[in-house]
C-alpha cells in the first residue's frame, strides 16, 4: 500500500482529492492543504464549493474526533492553522472586486472565546458580497462592541460564539445596546454550531444565521428592509 509521501496529490481525481485532503486537514498538514486547493482551483472549482467540500467538510471530521477525545487540542490547532491557510487563498477569489458597498458589519467572537474559523468564513463571504467587514477577532468584551459600532457608523452587529458556555455572552451586549438607547440602530445577526433560532429569539437577536451563506443572505434581506424603510419614510 503507498504510504502518505507517495501520494501525489495532482495525479487524484477530484473525489480522491477531496477525501485526501479531507485526511490532511485532519493531520494538519497546512502545506498538502495549500497543494489541494491550488490543484481544485486549476481545474475550475468555485472557489465556494473547495470551501464548502474541502475545507469546512474535513473540519466537521476533525470536530467530532475532538468530541469522541480521538483528537486534543494541539492537534486540532494544526487542523485549524491548515484550514486557514486554504482559506486565505480563496479569500481573494470570494471577494467581488469594485462591487459598491452594500453594507457595514463588525464581527467578533464573544469573550471568553477563541474560536475564529467560522468568524472568519462569515466575514469573508460577507466581503466577497460586498459589505465593508471590521473583524475585531476574538475574546471581545461588550465595550470593544459597542466602541466600534459607533466608531465605524455600522450597520450590523455579527456575532460569533462557539462554546456552549460563551454564548449566553450575547445577550450580555445585546442588554447592553438596549440599555443605552442603541439596540435600533443595529441588526443583530449571531452564529455559531452550538446556537440555533430559539437561542437567537430569546436574547434578542434580530436573526441566528446556520451558516455564512445564510448570514449574506440574511444580512442582505435586513439591508434591502431597512433601505426601504427608510424610503418609504
Ligand atoms: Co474548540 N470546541 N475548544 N477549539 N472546537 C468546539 C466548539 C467543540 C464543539 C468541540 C467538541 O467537543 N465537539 C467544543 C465545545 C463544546 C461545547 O461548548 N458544548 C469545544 C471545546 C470544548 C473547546 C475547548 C474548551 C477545549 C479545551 O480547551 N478543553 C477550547 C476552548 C477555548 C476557548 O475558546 N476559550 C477549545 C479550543 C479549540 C482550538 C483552539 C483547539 C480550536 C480553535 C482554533 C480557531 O478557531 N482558531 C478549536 C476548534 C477548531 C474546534 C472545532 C473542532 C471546530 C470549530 C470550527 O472551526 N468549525 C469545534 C467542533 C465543532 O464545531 N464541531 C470545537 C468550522 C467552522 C467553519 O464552523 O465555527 O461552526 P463554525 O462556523 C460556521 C457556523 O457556525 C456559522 O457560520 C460558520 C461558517 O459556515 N457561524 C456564524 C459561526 N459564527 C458565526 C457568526 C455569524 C453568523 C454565522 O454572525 C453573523
Known amino acids: 500500500m503507498a504510504d502518505e509521501e507517495d501520494i501525489i496529490l495532482s495525479e487524484l481525481d477530484d473525489e480522491e482529492l477531496v477525501l485526501q485532503m479531507h485526511d490532511d486537514l485532519y493531520d ?23 470551501l464548502t467540500k474541502a475545507l469546512v467538510a474535513g473540519m466537521t471530521i476533525v470536530g467530532a474526533d475532538f468530541r469522541d477525545g480521538i483528537l486534543f487540542v494541539p492537534e486540532v490547532l494544526l487542523a485549524a492553522n ?10 481573494p477569489l470570494l471577494a467581488e472586486t469594485g462591487a459598491p458597498k452594500v453594507g457595514k458589519m463588525v464581527i467578533g467572537t464573544v469573550k471568553g472565546d ?18 465593508e467587514v471590521v473583524d475585531l477577532g476574538i475574546n471581545n468584551p461588550v465595550e470593544k462592541y459597542l466602541e466600534a459600532l459607533e466608531r465605524e457608523e455600522a450597520d450590523i452587529l455579527g456575532m460569533s460564539a462557539l462554546l456552549t458556555t460563551t454564548m449566553p455572552y450575547m445577550k450580555v451586549v445585546i442588554d447592553t445596546l438596549k440599555e443605552k438607547g442603541m439596540r435600533e440602530n443595529y441588526i443583530v ?17 434580530d436573526a441566528y444565521c446556520r451558516d455564512a451563506a445564510v448570514a449574506v443572505q440574511t444580512a442582505k434581506d435586513f439591508i434591502a428592509r431597512k433601505h426601504n424603510k427608510l424610503g418609504a419614510g
Open 28 to 50: 494538519g498538514l497546512k502545506e498538502e492543504i495549500e497543494e489541494g486547493v491550488n490543484i481544485l482551483l486549476g481545474r475550475d472549482w468555485a472557489p465556494y464549493d473547495v
Open 82 to 91: 491548515a484550514m486557514k491557510a486554504g482559506m486565505a487563498i480563496l479569500k
Open 114 to 131: 477563541i474560536h475564529d474559523i467560522g468568524k472568519n468564513l462569515v466575514g469573508m463571504m460577507m466581503e466577497g458580497a460586498g459589505f
Open 189 to 205: 445577526l449571531v452564529g455559531g454550531a452550538p446556537l440555533n433560532e430559539e437561542f437567537g429569539r430569546a436574547i434578542g437577536a
